[in-house]
């Protein structure tokens, strides 16, 4: 069988400058968020600039998330970029998501002063017409209801590209639709077809914490769905939507192995992409990581886009540490824009505030002192050091661990150390409220934490899955 190379973009969140009416998005400091919405004209025209390069693959794969929220400018921009790259010789293929539409057909954008203004968005059906020359025109079969369709890349390989959107609180698959799935695959199959798919939503968990904060987020019953799709002998979906860059993988009972591929939002911190390589014959896929470092004519305070981009991201994690502390009220909306639902945040209130005090004041030498000292394995000759260092740019680098991936903190590092030693701590002091933690999806707090210092096994980034 040949080797296929596909390039898989997702949540490229586009932002048509438009909807800053009457006001240049230039003349306001960027919004301190995960993603640049500003600058997305600019890095997306650019990425898709360095697709077109020779040597580049032919496949293009974006799994929804298109633009910022519907509106109907960003869509007609994206739409015409797409077009264009169609027309330079590449064959693309998307899905939307719940980013692409509004019920009420209504978005934001900012007037001359940069407050919020209605403009005009898409509902989810006009975009079943809209991006019909983007996988569905030359699609084998198409899922009418949720506007999935089967294509077949080349004789030899299937894609799947699977709209999970059912709602803005709900993804997944009905069983009618995976009925159809299964179809799709088996009928590919008989003609000794490799067969892979996207989705929007992440199937597993990208990490323990994600499924605490952002449970509703994650597709239906993922964890049967993926061990029905291994066994089905499809192990490799592609993912977005959490904006985290990750490889999940899980063993059905059977023996057989899928794989999450979770691909960062391209606009955001970290601005990434993937190139997979497939080989079949092998029962691999190379995965290439691409950070896009180098936007021409974009504003990035002198810094690489993945710099600048952190930069924002750790401000806004600031923002979100002294605010949970603070002003309660005006940390739901912040933590919102990292997942965590609104009725969430209230009810997590009584865990989240003290915690977010706790955190505020904490240096390392209280925490050496608060576990035990030199009997929690860790000598007073080596605390000294760090005794006065606050620990909170420690706990965003955690975050930013979370979306970036291949978190690789020296394991022998005092830090870490004490780091562990704590949340081992934390595991026994919170052991009264062991009923309400598992309520909340919580297990332990070491488990929680520490993948977010320190990841074993698989990699997030570049690596060679096998199946
Ligand atoms: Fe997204
Ligand atoms: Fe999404």
Redesign the pocket.
């Known amino acids: 069988m040949k080797t296929l190379d596909v390039v898989i973009l997702?949540?490229t969140?586009y932002y048509s400058k438009k909807n800053w009416v009457d006001g240049d998005p230039y003349a306001f400091p960027p919004a301190r968020e995960q993603l640049y919405r500003r600058g997305s004209e600019e890095i997306i025209r650019h990425v898709l600039d360095s697709l077109c390069e020779e040597g580049e693959p032919e496949i293009v794969l974006i799994s929804?998330?298109l633009t910022n929220n519907g509106e109907v400018t960003s869509h007609e921009e994206m739409r015409e970029l797409l077009r264009e790259l169609k027309r330079r010789g590449k064959r693309v293929y998307v899905t939307t998501?719940t980013?692409d539409y509004r019920g009420e057909g209504v978005s934001y954008g900012f007037d001359r002063n940069n407050q919020k203004v209605d403009v005009p968005a898409f509902c989810r059906e006009d975009l079943r017409a809209f991006y019909q020359e983007f996988g569905r025109d030359e699609a084998v079969s198409v899922h009418e209801q949720t506007m999935s369709y089967a294509v077949d890349l080349t004789p030899e390989y299937r894609l799947l590209a699977l709209n999970d959107d059912r709602g803005y609180d709900h993804a997944g698959y009905t069983d009618e639709c995976f009925v159809w799935i299964r179809a799709q695959i088996l009928q590919a199959q008989e003609k000794g077809m490799f067969v892979f798919a996207m989705t929007h939503h992440p199937v597993l968990t990208p990490s323990p914490l994600y499924k605490l904060i952002a449970s509703g987020d994650l597709l239906e019953n993922g964890e049967a769905r993926a061990k029905a799709f291994a066994d089905l002998g499809v192990h490799v979906m592609l993912t977005?939507?959490s904006?985290i860059h990750n490889i999940s993988s899980v063993t059905s009972d059977k023996g057989n192995v899928f794989y999450d591929v979770s691909t960062a939002?391209l606009v955001g911190f970290p601005p990434k992409y993937r190139v997979l390589h497939f080989d079949p014959d092998a029962r691999s896929a190379a995965i290439e990581t691409r950070t896009v470092d180098h936007v021409p004519g974009l504003d990035t305070d002198g810094l690489s886009l993945s710099a600048f981009t952190e930069k924002q991201f750790l401000g806004t994690v600031s923002d979100i540490l002294t605010t949970a502390e603070t002003d309660y009220e005006a940390f739901i909306p912040l933590a919102n824009g990292f997942s965590l639902r609104e009725d969430k945040a209230r009810k997590l209130k009584w865990i989240i505030q003290p915690a977010a005090k706790m955190v505020n004041r904490l240096t390392f030498g209280k925490i050496w002192k608060l576990i035990g000292g030199k009997r929690c394995g860790i000598s007073r000759g080596e605390i000294a050091p760090i005794r006065w260092e606050k620990v909170v740019p420690f706990a965003m680098q955690m975050a930013a661990n979370l979306f970036r991936g291949d978190p690789a903190f020296d394991t022998d590092s005092v830090q870490y150390r004490l780091a562990k030693a704590f949340f081992v701590r934390l595991d026994k002091l919170s052991k009264p409220f062991a009923s309400k933690l598992k309520g909340a999806g919580i297990e332990s707090i070491s488990g929680l934490l520490l993948p977010l210092l320190h990841k074993e096994g698989l990699p997030d980034g570049d690596c060679t899955i096998t199946f």
């Open positions: 997702t949540d969140h929804g998330d998501a980013h977005g939507h904006h939002a």
